[in-house]
């Protein structure tokens, strides 16, 4: 089996309150934490997945959502190849506020082309939703972003997340190292000087 040795940063971002602990703790130790202590800063967790014949390890930034952390902000989202938006489809103010945190990645971030997610979050609160479904997939469809609901709680939808995600960021790997490889292959073309004729 084939073993990625270098790992893909993955940083979760949204607003104080909306999850991004319980998501990261969910998939990488398969539990449920009810409420957590606030993320002082950023947190750290990683987990190896098996994609097909592959392993490839995932680094998950789990950062505050508190303004005075706010500053701190360039220094995790360097180098993220992705970024996982959360919101509580029950706070409808956290959904608004998405498209703060997706200018932020963008503006902050020294990656082309920097993969995002969206993901509305506790829907196991289902009835005091305030974001529909609909909203939150024409969100994600309308800018080119992945878009997921989960419940860090119950568990359902949060290994989907990642999985999708690791899947296109190694798929997007490949195709930069095909590239790469291109590009050495054209510079490494011999020329044969051209037999002059008489």
């Not at 009835?127 to 359902?156: C, I, M, P, W, Y």
Request: proline share 3%; charged share 30%.
């Amino acid at each position: 089996m084939e073993f990625d040795s270098n790992p893909h940063k993955i940083v979760l971002l949204g607003e104080s309150g909306v999850g991004k602990t319980c998501l990261a703790l969910r998939f990488c130790e398969g539990v449920d934490y009810n409420s957590p202590e606030p993320t002082i800063a950023v947190a750290f967790h990683s987990k190896t997945i098996k994609i097909e014949d592959k392993k490839i390890k995932i680094q998950l930034w789990d950062t505050a959502g508190q303004e005075i952390y706010r500053s701190l902000a360039p220094m995790y989202i360097r180098n993220a190849e992705a970024a996982i938006i959360v919101y509580d489809i029950t706070k409808r103010e956290t959904f608004e506020k998405i498209s703060i945190w997706i200018d932020e990645m963008i503006s902050l971030s020294s990656q082309n082309n920097v993969l995002i997610a969206i993901v509305g979050n506790k829907t196991d609160l289902h009835e005091f939703r305030s974001v529909s479904v609909e909203e939150g997939d024409d969100f994600g469809k309308q800018n080119h972003f992945l878009f997921f609901e989960t419940s860090a709680k119950t568990g359902d939808g949060v290994d989907e997340v990642f999985l999708k995600i690791a899947q296109k960021l190694d798929f997007k790997t490949n195709e930069n190292t095909s590239k790469k490889e291109e590009i050495i292959d054209d510079n490494n073309i011999e020329t044969k000087p051209k037999k002059k004729c008489c």
